[in-house]
């Protein structure tokens, strides 16, 4: 069973910009998701911190 990959803060503000960026450009949560790597439920987590 692989380990967990575990993203750093900066990483994790990086990739919530790009996020940004992409539902700018119209796309959707799901979409987001997808592109970034990361299920709905850790994006949701690492936007309310």
Known sequence: MA???RLNREQ???RLRDAE???GQ???TSQVCKK???S???FCRWRTK
């Open 36 to 38: 970034l790597g990361v």
């Open 12 to 14: 994790i503000v990086a």
């Open 26 to 28: 119209g796309a959707s």
């Open 3 to 5: 380990a967990a990959k």
């Open 21 to 23: 960026k992409l539902q």
């Open 40 to 42: 709905e439920q850790t």
